[in-house]
């Protein structure tokens, strides 16, 4: 058991949630506030290097625009009100967008030169918004049929232009293929699990969903032939007890972070994750890492991995050293730089250019009338434990 001792922090006040963490490694390491500011902080210092007030609300999640964590300069953030992009370098926003049912926006992705954009439930909406990161005013595609509840989680395949993935309070996972046209064949396969806090991709064909109530579980991606079977997933069940934590930050490449509420002393654990064995003996611990407040994210730099970020409720980015040495954590889950066709699909229209997504080679725009909803057995949800308003 390791552990890490404290190098510097900032705090933002105590009634200010530190929410996100983003690393834009040629400018500094970009935090997402319950305020509605994004911070831009010095890695070796955590000082304040630029305060970007994005929203009047909390910022509910923050991407650096297509994955450009080594030089971008674009980043995105979801509020209430709209999503917005800024330029770091000018301070100035270059993007804000809406809905047609001014729908709350929950969560983003950015890659493959898209960004994706989940909204919460209004009415019978919750809705995946689409965008070509060179052209803002108008989606590219939107898929409304699919989840009747909010899109808490969004990841695009990092290594397929065309498969995007989401996850929602309704208890679903869903995979697109975004080259069918109509969202009915897109909805490529649907993972029923629980109401989703985060989810994503371990390997070129595999899926993690980790829910509200703790539970965890890994899927196998569906290719073509395979649709109408849905192997059985990888189920671990409520990990509390078994990873001795009370929740789940979130899922890492390399290792998978949990905390500690106030009855528990606020412990921070850094669990190694590798070829989807789960290593609790080999645990990193940070006691009273944020006091009694729960951690809502961590970073650990592909430059410096014996230093750890992280930040939460407690107002506070903290900066910690590896006592014994770096992690050696990877960088991504696998090589993200060879595409693939993870379908399957061996027709002439999966292979025309596996470097942009064929729904920007393709125009969608569509006058066929809306589909009726999905008419899905309602499970239940439980709304996200950390929400800041």
Excluded at 22 to 27: A, L, T, V
Excluded at 341 to 357: C, H, I
Excluded at 372 to 381: A, L, T
Aim: glycine content about 6%; overall charge negative.
């Amino acid at each position: 058991m390791a552990s890490y001792s404290l190098v510097e922090s900032n705090f933002f006040g105590s009634e200010n949630w530190c929410l996100k963490l983003q690393p834009s490694y040629k400018h500094g390491l970009l935090t997402g506030l319950s305020n509605g500011e994004i911070r831009l902080l010095d890695w070796a210092t955590c000082k304040s290097l630029q305060n970007i007030k994005a929203s009047e609300t909390a910022i509910n999640d923050l991407k650096v625009i297509d994955s450009d964590f080594s030089a971008g300069h674009l980043v995105s953030s979801a509020s209430i009100d709209a999503v917005k992009v800024f330029d770091i370098r000018t301070n100035s926003c270059i993007a804000t967008i809406q809905n047609e049912s001014n729908s709350p926006f929950l969560s983003l992705d950015s890659r493959h030169g898209l960004l994706a954009c989940g909204t919460e439930l209004q009415g019978i909406d919750a809705a995946v918004h689409i965008y070509d990161i060179r052209k803002w005013d108008t989606p590219l595609r939107s898929l409304i049929d699919s989840h009747h509840d909010d899109v808490t989680c969004i990841k695009f395949h990092p290594s397929d232009v065309n498969i995007l993935l989401s996850g929602s309070t309704d208890g679903y996972t869903n995979i697109y293929d975004l080259k069918q046209d109509e969202e009915e064949d897109a909805l490529h396969q649907v993972i029923n699990y629980a109401s989703i806090h985060s989810c994503g991709w371990l390997s070129p064909k595999r899926i993690y969903t980790l829910s509200h109530m703790e539970t965890f579980a890994i899927h196998e991606l569906n290719d073509k032939s395979d649709e109408l079977r849905e192997p059985q997933p990888l189920d671990f069940g409520d990990v509390r007890k078994a990873w001795d934590c009370d929740y789940v930050v979130d899922i890492y490449p390399g290792l998978i972070a949990t905390g500690k509420t106030q009855e528990n002393a606020g412990e921070l654990r850094l669990i190694p994750f590798k070829n989807e064995k789960i290593y609790t003996e080999k645990c990193f611990v940070i006691p009273h890492a944020h006091g009694d407040e729960v951690v809502r994210d961590i970073f650990i730099s592909a430059h410096q991995s014996d230093m750890l970020y992280s930040c939460g409720e407690d107002g506070y980015v903290k900066i910690w050293k590896s006592t014994q040495g770096p992690l050696n954590t990877p960088e991504t889950f696998w090589d993200y730089s060879e595409k693939m066709n993870v379908l399957g699909d061996d027709s002439k229209e999966a292979f025309t250019n596996l470097e942009e997504p064929l729904i920007i080679q393709k125009d969608l725009a569509s006058t066929k009338p809306r589909k009726e909803k999905h008419k899905k057995s309602k499970k239940h949800s439980t709304k996200s434990r950390f929400r800041p308003y």
